[in-house]
């Protein structure tokens, strides 16, 4: 970026903007092995123990949507950041920006729905900050949650994709699209009727059985903003692999599938706040299947694609229709404020 | 509160709102035993290790003010909250909420300064996020960090104070009030020319060196928002002990004195960011003084009062024309966003 620059929506896109921004400015400046991985979560040494630690602002519009709120939202974003970096998420802080004027009762439904999602993903919110700003200088309410797990050696590349070879096979727990979509729909200038609900859900407990029955899961990200599509087009170049995706094998839900096809949106680039992609050895895949289907969370699991020595660097989509189709990361910004 | 009861600019001022809001809203319903401290820090048991987190938002208005500006406050502040819980802060996560439009140069400028700040102080920021709002939508920036450190069982209990008794020393490491003055100064509506600097610095060696050399402190708190007046009342009534103070022992510069005075601020209310309180046995206060002198952050340092079990639960002032009076914890808002 020249110095004359603007930050821009895209900026906080988490599509191909914000990873300029971040490789130009943060990584840049505040330099060490860490910030390098750009991973979600940092994995830390402390004495003798392995941290996961991760943060994430959460400026949501609407503050209150179908399947959730800005609040449990915050939760289960960033206890999905520390459980897909292989870590048990414990400890949880929260930081609360509020406009002036804004209402009690919806600040404690909020924060009552914090504490029993904090309640069923097994972490602790055990410290917080409040600040206050005049009217018409915050929109209602941000909350920023930072959060620590501890995680076992043995699961530390997971967050990295270090082990990834070509054979994995590429899973996904489920639908896509809902959460973006339902956000949208919840916007009121859009004056739209839909019975999209968001996917808002904490996956620590899934993906905890997941790695305690089996050893052979080198990739895990969950897939927020930019969508299934953003994840695997980093990592294709980060790890110099090839993706293929078979475009059929999506799960997408036939009203997110209308909303998105309306709107011009493509469903793999649009947000999720419960869906995981899992990058697993083959011969691993079918007993990761299995134990997905068992839970709530990942019923409609399935293997969307596998990772393959042809164009490393690249995800490649086979369309339904026979053609082919390179999945890069989002540019610009689809849906400001989706998380 | 009442149900149909709004927020108010108070519910930020880190007085007595502040203490309620946390109290009835967020202690009540996350409920756990680290939150019900309510320190500035939670100090958290992962496997054997102990560990201190911690987490702030800034939203200081203006975002550049004489002595540092929105970046190098937010490392500076939560570096000093890990330190006064008596850990040696680590690693730091850096949440950005940035208004669309925003310069990126001054972007730069601001995370050069956290750079540099986190250098200083010893630790790395590790992880991150950014979120960028529609113009309107927040006012230029806001910037949340959270901070892990690790932390000596031996020091667990100085962050809330539990070995205080009476006869122990108070401690103050230089002049109060600059930080507050000297953004209130550089705000553009009020057109006022003065010299006063923020004392915005990071205290982790400056106490990282008097915990190495003396065991005898029994609580430590940077005197942020709400001032030094805040911090006291909060621990006078907490702990259920008497705190006495001599105004006249209190430092403050003639320049902030006489802003205070023309604004009718108590400089005990105003807000510090580079400001420590420091509680210790009588016998050890002469040698913590002495290696706070020999720190360009501790040259000012002096003894302002001491713990008694006259009135407990009350901090009393001994005013120099000779009278006394008690000192509350910060009724409604005196400064808003001044972090």
Redesign the interface.
């Known amino acids: 970026?020249?110095?004359?620059?603007?930050?821009?929506?895209?900026?906080?896109?988490g599509g191909k903007l914000?990873h300029e921004?971040?490789s130009r400015?943060?990584v840049k400046?505040?330099?060490?092995p860490?910030?390098d991985k750009q991973t979600?979560?940092?994995i830390?040494k402390?004495?003798?123990?392995n941290?996961a630690?991760?943060?994430?602002?959460?400026?949501v519009?609407p503050i209150f949507f179908p399947g959730g709120n800005i609040g449990k939202l915050a939760i289960c974003g960033t206890v999905n950041d520390l459980a897909v970096a292989g870590a048990v998420p414990?400890?949880i802080?929260?930081?609360?920006?509020?406009?002036?004027?804004?209402?009690?009762?919806d600040?404690?439904a909020i924060?009552?729905s914090?504490?029993e999602e904090?309640k069923r993903a097994g972490v602790?919110?055990?410290?917080?900050?409040?600040?206050?700003?005049?009217r018409?200088?915050?929109?209602k309410l941000?909350i920023?949650t930072?959060g620590?797990g501890?995680i076992e050696n043995k699961n530390a590349h997971i967050g990295e994709g270090s082990l990834i070879r070509p054979g994995d096979q590429i899973i996904i727990n489920g639908f896509v699209g809902d959460h973006g979509m339902a956000v949208l729909a919840a916007r009121e200038e859009l004056n739209i009727r839909s019975d999209i609900t968001s996917d808002c859900a904490s996956l620590s407990t899934l993906i905890n059985n997941i790695l305690h029955s089996t050893d052979g899961i080198t990739f895990m990200r969950d897939a927020t903003r930019g969508g299934v599509a953003t994840v695997l087009a980093e990592l294709a170049g980060k790890r110099q692999v090839g993706i293929h995706i078979e475009e059929d094998s999506i799960p997408v839900r036939p009203q997110v599938r209308s909303f998105c096809e309306l709107l011009g949106f493509d469903p793999m680039y649009v947000a999720n706040e419960g869906k995981v992609l899992i990058i697993a050895r083959k011969e691993t895949a079918g007993e990761i299947l299995k134990i997905l289907h068992r839970d709530e969370l990942g019923r409609e699991a399935r293997i969307i694609g596998h990772i393959t020595s042809d164009h490393p660097g690249r995800a490649w989509v086979q369309t339904s229709i026979g053609g082919k189709r390179i999945l890069d990361m989002l540019a610009g910004?689809q849906l400001?404020?989706i998380c």
């Open positions: 970026m020249k110095k004359e620059d603007k930050i821009l929506l895209g900026h906080g896109s914000s921004l971040i400015l943060f400046h505040f330099q060490n860490w910030l979600d979560s940092a830390l402390i004495q003798d123990e941290i630690f991760t943060t994430d602002s959460y400026v519009d414990l400890y802080s929260a930081g609360f920006i509020i406009e002036e004027g804004f209402s009690f009762s600040l404690e924060v009552k914090m504490a904090a602790k919110i055990v410290t917080g900050d409040t600040k206050v700003v005049n018409g200088k915050c929109d941000f920023n930072a620590v501890s910004e400001p404020r």
